[in-house]
């Protein structure tokens, strides 16, 4: 008769204490797989998890408790949790190599990782920038004109707008042209995209409801219009049914908003749209890959 309490008996069943204790650690490995795999789930990351900006090493805490509990008890537990997270994992028994969990997932959630790397990278360029790639503030580098020099210089200008007939089609459906408006010295600088029906009417620029709520926005930083700032457009006409302006339109235009800011030579220029951007800058970027820069 085998006498099951015997230490030395290889086939002697584990005490109840051990049984219980390897069960508890067992629980505690699956339930640290289940944080951590559900934290990989939703990073969309390769094998890192980022907590509070901590690198976690997903490979590493794997091999930390296949050491701890045995390969064969952390991979059955790993299967078993992680059907909830559409991942699966497959436990390899190679000795010569450490990680014994596998993820393989579909082609799909490989494109959302990629695109969520990409994001994170990114977000992570523009918080920490380059301070070789901060934009910098610029100056003039023209003569700085006082008041009656810019009043001249303006009523000249507005002759040759009025007279102007470059585009054809602006010209036969204008009422009048509009120049700008504003305090001649001013720091900030609104430029807009082109005149709409209430400003062919009036001639002056943003008076209709994108004008009073231009008004709004201006009056919620302490500024005042007409007299702390001076509004224009890319255009001078307005585009039939309010079209969006073409490129050769302001091209024809442009000798006169770049005349008209040389002399104003505001401290801050505000584009209002892309046309707007594009008008200042002189490229089809969009707003977005110009944000910063």
Not at 5 to 29: C, E, G, R
Not at 42 to 54: F, I, K, P, Y
Request: aromatic letters at 4%.
């Amino acid at each position: 008769m085998t006498n099951s309490s015997n230490p030395h008996n290889p086939h002697s069943a584990p005490p109840a204490s051990a049984a219980s204790q390897s069960s508890a650690d067992l629980q505690m490995a699956a339930q640290a797989m289940r944080q951590m795999l559900e934290l990989y789930h939703r990073s969309g990351l390769r094998w890192l998890v980022r907590d509070q900006d901590s690198p976690v090493d997903l490979k590493s805490q794997l091999h930390h408790l296949v050491q701890s509990h045995g390969p064969s008890s952390v991979a059955a537990a790993v299967i078993s949790t992680t059907t909830a997270a559409s991942t699966s994992v497959s436990a390899s028994a190679s000795t010569s190599d450490p990680i014994v969990a596998k993820t393989a997932v579909t082609s799909a959630s490989d494109t959302t990782s990629s695109q969520k790397e990409n994001e994170l990278a990114r977000a992570k360029k523009v918080s920490t920038p380059d301070s070789a790639t901060v934009p910098q503030p610029t100056t003039w580098q023209l003569p700085v004109l006082n008041l009656t020099e810019r009043e001249k210089v303006f009523t000249d200008l507005k002759k040759k707008v009025a007279a102007c007939k470059l585009c054809p089609e602006l010209v036969a459906h204008r009422t009048q042209t509009v120049f700008g408006d504003g305090t001649l010295q001013p720091k900030v600088c609104f430029f807009g995209e082109a005149p709409g029906a209430d400003e062919d009417k009036q001639g002056i620029p943003f008076v209709g409801r994108a004008g009073q709520l231009l008004d709004k926005i201006i009056e919620s930083t302490t500024l005042k219009r007409p007299d702390d700032v001076y509004i224009l457009n890319s255009l001078r006409c307005r585009p039939p049914g309010n079209r969006t302006p073409t490129p050769e339109e302001v091209e024809c235009c442009r000798p006169f908003f770049e005349k008209q800011l040389e002399v104003l030579q505001p401290k801050y220029i505000v584009c209002l749209g892309a046309v707007a951007v594009r008008a200042i800058l002189q490229n089809n970027l969009a707003i977005g890959a110009l944000r910063g820069k």
